[in-house]
């Protein structure tokens, strides 16, 4: 048996689909992206902004 070393191919996931407009950190597919009034939002942005709306 060769264990032959799997290249690790970059998923599709560790590419940012949108920017935090807030923290300016990546937001990944499966993160949650929030669009307020035109500006892009993390989870952890979005929800800090709301908990004072909610
Ligand atoms: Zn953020």
């Known amino acids: 048996m060769n ?3 799997e290249r690790r ?3 599709e996931e ?3 689909i949108f ?3 807030d923290c300016g950190e ?3 597919h499966g ?3 929030f669009f307020i009034s035109g500006l ?3 989870e952890e942005c979005a929800e800090f902004r709301f ?3 909610v």
Do not use: Q, T
Request: aromatic share 8%.
């Open 3 to 5: 264990p032959v070393p």
């Open 9 to 11: 191919a970059e998923p």
């Open 14 to 16: 560790s590419v940012p």
């Open 19 to 21: 920017r935090c407009d």
């Open 26 to 28: 990546g937001i990944y």
């Open 31 to 33: 993160d949650g992206a």
């Open 40 to 42: 892009v939002y993390c």
């Open 51 to 53: 908990r004072r709306l």
